[in-house]
């Protein structure tokens, strides 16, 4: 008999890998209800009681239910933010703080639900100072790295080092000539730096020496190790320019990555690191909500099955 219990998407409307997720699990007869938390309250909607046997409800979407006592599991991928552009200024913050937090609040706490990954250990996550500290202690390499708003700190540490770059601690869109535009990672000297930085927080990082980039992606105990050539310093600048090879991660990579994961509660994450020209990968950063499904169409790893194999909640 066909397992009723469904899959909760919480997305964008157009969001092209959760398609294909969705795509899968349908072939699988797996039941899905799809919603952007962006949606409410206009089209969806929510109603969630605490009883003594726990919380009991449903949410209701324009083709869709969901009981909230029985949700198998819950794919979390970058839904739109909470939105009252009707309201005023006042009645609209506390609209949005109301449906964060009641919304929000019940889909972070249904019963016996594998989140992939769950919305709070996302937002832990992907605080970059919080990433880098995990990864030393998980036993990766890290670049030495100054998180700072001091301009004499910074100066002090790129004189330090043989080189360094800059890069945000978070990347939100500019729109630049209705472009939509952000700060790229960039080499930076002690000339460069002006009292500016005294202006909010900056990272300052060794540059490594690399040959090459990889992607690992982790889908609960599955690794999808991806080499990633392309000469640039930043490969997310030029797709066009990059070539894709499947290989095995180093020895100690694969506990290192798991040890991660268990620190923040993760069950997915895509990992970045550098290969130097020592051969050792270094650590960059881990995305908790990271891109994937293009690697699975250059390479043919099957990624997605086995992401949907984890929110079947079959292995």
Same mark, same amino acid.
């Given at each position: 008999?066909?397992?009723?219990?469904?899959?909760?998407?919480?997305?964008?409307?157009?969001?092209?890998?959760?398609?294909?997720?969705?795509?899968?699990?349908?072939?699988?007869? !797996?039941?899905?209800?799809?919603?952007?938390?962006?949606?409410?309250?206009?089209?969806?909607?929510?109603?969630?009681?605490?009883?003594?046997?726990?919380?009991?409800?449903?949410?209701?979407?324009?083709?869709?239910?969901?009981?909230?006592?029985?949700?198998?599991?819950?794919?979390?991928?970058?839904?739109?933010?909470?939105?009252?552009?009707?309201?005023?200024?006042?009645?609209?913050?506390?609209?949005?703080?109301?449906?964060?937090?009641?919304?929000?609040?019940?889909?972070?706490?249904?019963?016996?639900?594998?989140?992939?990954?769950?919305?709070?250990? !996302?937002?832990?996550?992907? /605080?970059?100072?919080?990433?880098?500290?995990?990864?030393?202690?998980?036993? /990766?390499?890290?670049?030495?790295?100054?998180?700072?708003?001091?301009?004499?700190?910074?100066?002090?540490?790129?004189?330090?080092?043989?080189?360094?770059?800059?890069?945000?601690? =978070?990347?939100?869109?500019?729109?630049?000539?209705?472009?939509?535009?952000?700060?790229?990672?960039?080499?930076?000297?002690?000339?460069?730096?002006?009292?500016?930085?005294?202006?909010?927080?900056?990272?300052?990082?060794?540059?490594?020496?690399?040959?090459?980039?990889?992607?690992?992606?982790?889908?609960?105990?599955?690794?999808?190790?991806?080499? !990633?050539?392309?000469?640039?310093?930043?490969?997310?600048?030029? =797709?066009?320019?990059?070539?894709?090879?499947?290989?095995?991660?180093?020895?100690? !990579?694969?506990?290192?990555?798991?040890?991660?994961?268990?620190?923040?509660?993760?069950?997915?994450?895509?990992?970045?690191?550098?290969?130097?020209?020592?051969?050792?990968?270094?650590?960059?950063?881990?995305?908790?909500?990271?891109?994937?499904?293009?690697?699975?169409?250059?390479?043919?790893?099957?990624?997605?099955?086995?992401?949907?194999?984890?929110?079947?909640?079959?292995?």
């Amino acid at each position: 008999m066909t397992d009723p219990r469904p899959v909760l998407v919480v997305t964008s409307l157009h969001d092209p890998t959760a398609d294909v997720v969705i795509d899968e699990l349908h072939e699988r007869d !797996i039941p899905v209800v799809r919603l952007d938390s962006g949606d409410f309250p206009a089209s969806l909607s929510v109603e969630a009681e605490i009883t003594p046997h726990g919380l009991q409800g449903r949410l209701q979407t324009p083709s869709r239910a969901a009981d909230l006592s029985r949700v198998r599991a819950l794919y979390y991928r970058r839904p739109t933010g909470f939105a009252f552009p009707h309201l005023s200024e006042q009645d609209a913050r506390f609209a949005v703080t109301q449906a964060r937090y009641g919304l929000g609040g019940v889909l972070a706490a249904l019963p016996g639900c594998l989140y992939v990954n769950h919305p709070h250990r !996302i937002g832990d996550a992907e /605080f970059k100072p919080a990433g880098l500290a995990a990864a030393v202690e998980a036993g /990766f390499w890290v670049p030495p790295t100054l998180i700072t708003s001091c301009p004499d700190a910074a100066r002090a540490f790129v004189k330090r080092h043989d080189a360094v770059i800059y890069k945000p601690l =978070y990347n939100p869109v500019y729109l630049i000539d209705g472009v939509s535009s952000v700060v790229k990672i960039a080499e930076v000297g002690a000339e460069e730096i002006d009292e500016g930085v005294a202006g909010t927080a900056h990272l300052f990082q060794r540059r490594v020496r690399k040959v090459a980039d990889a992607r690992v992606t982790v889908i609960g105990s599955s690794l999808f190790c991806v080499r !990633i050539d392309s000469g640039l310093l930043d490969w997310r600048t030029d =797709y066009s320019r990059l070539r894709y090879t499947p290989v095995e991660p180093p020895q100690g !990579i694969e506990a290192a990555l798991h040890r991660y994961m268990r620190h923040f509660g993760l069950v997915f994450g895509a990992f970045d690191f550098c290969v130097g020209e020592d051969g050792r990968w270094w650590f960059m950063e881990c995305n908790p909500s990271g891109q994937w499904y293009w690697l699975e169409s250059e390479t043919g790893l099957p990624m997605c099955a086995a992401l949907a194999d984890l929110l079947e909640r079959a292995t």
